[in-house]
């Protein structure tokens, strides 16, 4: 095609309208290379960005850049049983952070996600007991099932997060506050 929409020759140049391109075989016995395939309606185009397609930040990254931006994820597994879960993205930070901006990005990400549970932690936890206090106990029916959730639900993240960084995507934990840029 040629910039103007019309179909043109190997060499760039708009076929007037009404004449189809020469299929006649070459007099010199060199044979033009095949016309790139044609754009269709509906397809993305070339070089364009599409949702669900390829990931842009898969392309430049390497194989330690995943690994150590799913260390970013995955090491606050190993701490969280200490309410420590923030340790782990926080070295990956210091020690690749600046080496890497996709590792950077996953370990920022997973220390604001960390930051952020362990605020709503807290915060669950004093509400949690003065419930459970004013209650005399039976707002427990209601308070282990969301704990349940709320540690599933973190579980599900983190390896979400660790499976995206493993594919060199990008990801955005949901619902998290953004404290470290």
């Known amino acids: 095609m040629s910039q103007y929409g019309q ?3 190997p060499h760039g140049r708009p076929f007037d309208s009404g004449t189809q391109p020469n299929t006649q ?15 269709q309606p509906g397809q993305p185009q070339p070089g364009s960005y599409q949702p669900g397609c ?9 194989s330690e850049e995943r690994n150590w931006a799913m260390a970013a994820h995955l090491g606050s597994f190993v701490a969280a049983y200490a309410a420590l879960g923030l340790l782990a993205p926080l070295l990956v930070m210091i020690t690749k952070g600046n ?6 990005r996953h370990a920022v990400e997973s220390l604001n996600f960390q930051l952020s549970v362990l605020v709503y932690s807290v915060v ?8 459970t206090i ?11 099932p969301l704990i349940a959730v709320f540690l599933l639900a973190y579980a599900v993240l983190v390896v979400v997060g660790t499976v995206k960084a493993s594919q060199g995507e990008d ?3 949901p619902l998290t506050v953004r404290l470290v840029s």
Do not use: K, M, N
């Open 7 to 9: 179909p043109a020759d």
């Open 25 to 39: 075989p070459d007099p010199h016995g060199t044979s033009a290379p095949p016309p790139p395939p044609q754009w």
């Open 54 to 62: 390829a990931p842009q930040g898969r392309l430049g990254t390497t």
């Open 99 to 104: 080496e890497s901006g996709f590792v950077r």
């Open 124 to 131: 669950g936890g004093i509400a949690a007991v003065v419930l």
């Open 134 to 144: 004013g209650t005399l106990g039976l707002g427990l029916i209601v308070l282990v």
């Open 171 to 173: 990801f955005r934990y």
